[in-house]
């Protein structure tokens, strides 16, 4: 035990809040942590730029190039962070024999194989998205929702072979896999129909979900965004579809990204609004900077409100969480590093918080001593608590961690062509 933690937790216990059991409880936690931050969301199956309303920026020396750098990057990441870990894939992530080509519609669980062996291994549940953007087949910037037929039985073809493959990791790992469905669709300037393309988006959803699976074990979300590079006027998959889609088909989830809204909405304030009616939602967590940038997730005010609605509405076992950001501009192990702690600090900050005595405060129109209670919250020797979380963890609580992303990057990333 760290010497301040005894202090530190006798100070919360005058709140009512017990922080061992705060503590114990975020080590059972699931956070899903995606595998593209690694490599600048390339994939394995294609060597060209970023297409389909998808950017990353930047070009910071030593990018995995191959399964194997990843995973090794991968590895630190993991074992520089405290808590529950799970693998995010996306299906252009497939891991193919030598000389083997496979298109995206006909990918099988056996592509991903080492993908299970390596989550397996380190006890870890996979979460998967089919990948509908950097590929040929897309069609005037249009997948799912495209007017051409064949180019729309491709990609629900494709999907439907990544709700087999959801399904696969789930019987696998034990875990139930949360399959992700977003496309870029849309258009860059003022369409003539802004209903067509979205009944055919409509149908070609379903028709994925047409696949047989067990709703236990796989969990498919619809995902929606306001635009897209390169379709700037036109979203086909905006918020109001994505909602109204999940809320009128049975065993689909709406998947909330923070960065996927108008710059003056914010997740916090829509999860209880959604928990209201759904049983189980997905997030995507990132940080946005005026827009769906992807910014490293850090310990700041909407990180921290997210979390405290999770945790004041009871909704761990409703919400499933996990890391949507990635920045070339930056060391990408550092980058994995500071997103998953800034998560972490988030959970543990909400659970440490008396949020049954602030909602008592309310309902009895005490309003002025809430105001007065919660800015005190946000002088409790949180840090005390957190360093202590870490130490039970086996990782570094304070910023020594970075030393050896630093010593990485000397022995392996800059050898890296």
Excluded at 295 to 310: G, N, S
Excluded at 316 to 324: G, P, T
Excluded at 329 to 334: L, T, W
Excluded at 386 to 411: H, K, P, R, T
Aim: aromatic share 10%; charged share 25%; hydrophobic share 40%.
């Amino acid at each position: 035990m760290n010497a301040r933690y005894p202090s530190a937790k006798e100070i919360y216990a005058a709140y009512g809040v017990d922080t061992d059991t705060a503590i114990q409880k975020l080590k059972t936690i699931p956070v899903s942590i995606n595998c593209w931050q690694g490599d600048d969301v390339s994939g394995f199956d294609q060597d060209g730029p970023l297409t389909g309303g998808i950017q990353a920026t930047g070009n910071y020396p030593g990018k995995a190039r191959n399964w194997q750098e990843l995973m090794a990057d991968m590895d630190l990441a993991i074992a520089l962070c405290p808590g529950k870990k799970k693998l995010n894939l996306h299906a252009s992530y497939a891991i193919l024999d030598e000389g083997e080509s496979v298109d995206r519609d006909q990918l099988e669980p056996r592509h991903f194989k080492k993908w299970v062996d390596y989550a397996k291994a380190r006890e870890m549940g996979i979460d998967f998205n089919p990948t509908f953007f950097s590929h040929s087949k897309i069609k005037d910037g249009l997948t799912l929702s495209s007017p051409d037929a064949d180019i729309r039985r491709f990609w629900v073809n494709h999907g439907k072979a990544c709700i087999r493959i959801s399904q696969y990791f789930a019987e696998e790992t034990g875990v139930p896999c949360v399959m992700n469905i977003w496309t870029g669709d849309g258009f860059k300037d003022i369409p003539a129909d802004r209903m067509g393309p979205r009944m055919r988006y409509k149908e070609s959803i379903e028709e994925i979900l047409s696949e047989p699976f067990d709703p236990a074990k796989v969990k498919p979300c619809v995902e929606s965004k306001v635009f897209g590079i390169g379709v700037e006027s036109y979203t086909t998959g905006s918020a109001e579809f994505t909602l109204s889609f999940a809320a009128t088909h049975p065993n689909c989830l709406p998947l909330m990204d923070n960065g996927h809204y108008h710059p003056t909405e914010v997740v916090s304030d829509k999860i209880p609004a959604l928990l209201c009616f759904f049983p189980e939602i997905a997030l995507h967590i990132t940080r946005s900077v005026r827009w769906d940038s992807d910014h490293v997730v850090l310990f700041d005010d909407e990180t921290k409100e997210m979390a405290k609605e999770i945790i004041r509405c009871d909704a761990l076992n409703q919400v499933f969480m996990a890391l949507d950001c990635f920045d070339a501009s930056i060391n990408r192990v550092s980058a994995w590093v500071v997103a998953f702690r800034s998560w972490q600090k988030a959970l543990l900050a909400a659970l440490c918080t008396p949020h049954d005595m602030l909602k008592t405060l309310q309902d009895e129109g005490q309003l002025t001593k809430l105001q007065v209670m919660q800015e005190e919250m946000k002088m409790l020797p949180f840090c005390d608590v957190w360093n202590q979380y870490c130490l039970e963890c086996g990782v570094a609580a304070n910023e020594s961690w970075f030393d050896e992303i630093m010593q990485y990057e000397q022995d392996v990333l800059l050898k890296r062509s």
